[in-house]
């Protein structure tokens, strides 16, 4: 299983959750679920737009973690 993880990335340290909801047009709890860590049903636009915002790849803010 893959989980976004925003927790480690530099980016994430220069930015707030309001910034990224204003520039992704993603929704508060969007962007909620991404900063919690844990595992939620992403679907393409949304990593897509993640991605787009903090100029990195996808596969730069998924990890892939141990289903047990």
């Not at 929704?27 to 844990?38: C, E, I």
Request: proline share 1%.
């Amino acid at each position: 299983m893959y989980v976004v993880n925003l927790h480690n990335i530099p980016w994430k340290r220069r930015h707030t959750q309001k910034e990224i909801m204003e520039a992704t047009g993603l929704s508060k709890a969007t962007v909620t679920q991404l900063f919690s860590g844990k595992h939620y049903n992403f679907g393409l636009y949304t990593l897509e737009a993640v991605a787009k915002f903090f100029d990195c790849k996808i596969n730069d803010i998924l990890v892939e973690v141990d289903e047990t």
